[in-house]
């Protein structure tokens, strides 16, 4: 079962869609409040490896 999904355009740019993508996951640990630690490793694929996205992220 996905985490999340998300539907751009044909004709659309998905390297733009990256951040809100990873914003709209929620991560569920069956516990109460906000985990205390966040994820360490993100596997995504080459062409989403620039440096304002690395700093969004951080």
């Known amino acids: ?4 999904n998300r539907t751009t355009p044909a004709n659309g740019s ?5 951040i809100p993508f990873i914003d709209s996951v929620e991560v569920k640990t069956n516990k109460r409040g906000r ?12 062409a ?9 992220l951080i």
């Open 48 to 56: 989403y490896n620039s440096k304002n996205k690395r700093a969004v």
């Open 14 to 18: 998905e390297t733009d869609q990256v």
């Open 1 to 4: 079962m996905p985490l999340s």
């Open 35 to 46: 985990p205390r630690k966040p994820l360490k490793v993100l596997a995504v694929d080459k």
